[in-house]
């Protein structure tokens, strides 16, 4: 079992960067794939990126794809998001999740859920 805590949301202007983090608890991070979601007020929530438990395989919603990077240090037991050129319609609470397996897109499939963090782009 993994327990995550996310971080690093907050308010920023249109254009402007936050760096997302979620921090696991447990030994066995390193075989847990990972990814963040995110839900805007009235709507469902939906996948943002993912990745493996190695690294080496990232997955991206169309929406973000070329200003979010997601990346993990095993060492760490965290994973990241950088947010890059960000737009109002990003504005969310994130959620951080594991699953054992393959990284994937389909919320369903992650087992394991942070609590979220906030992130509001002003305009």
């Known amino acids: 079992q993994v327990q995550l805590v996310e971080s690093g949301g907050g308010l920023v202007q249109a254009g402007g960067s936050l760096r997302l983090s979620c921090a696991a608890s447990g030994r066995t991070f390193r075989r847990y794939a990972m990814g963040w979601f995110r839900q805007a007020p009235g709507k469902e929530r939906e996948f943002v990126s993912s990745?493996?438990?190695?690294?080496?395989?990232?997955y991206y919603a169309d929406s973000v794809k070329g200003r979010f990077t997601i990346s993990r240090d095993n060492a760490k037991n965290t994973v990241y998001l950088q947010m890059n050129s960000l737009k109002p319609e990003d504005t969310a609470v994130y959620y951080c999740a594991a699953r054992e397996g393959a990284a994937a897109t389909t919320l369903h499939l992650y087992a394991y859920w942070g609590q979220g963090t906030q992130v509001t782009v002003s305009s």
């Open positions: 990745i493996s438990w190695t690294g080496g395989n990232t």
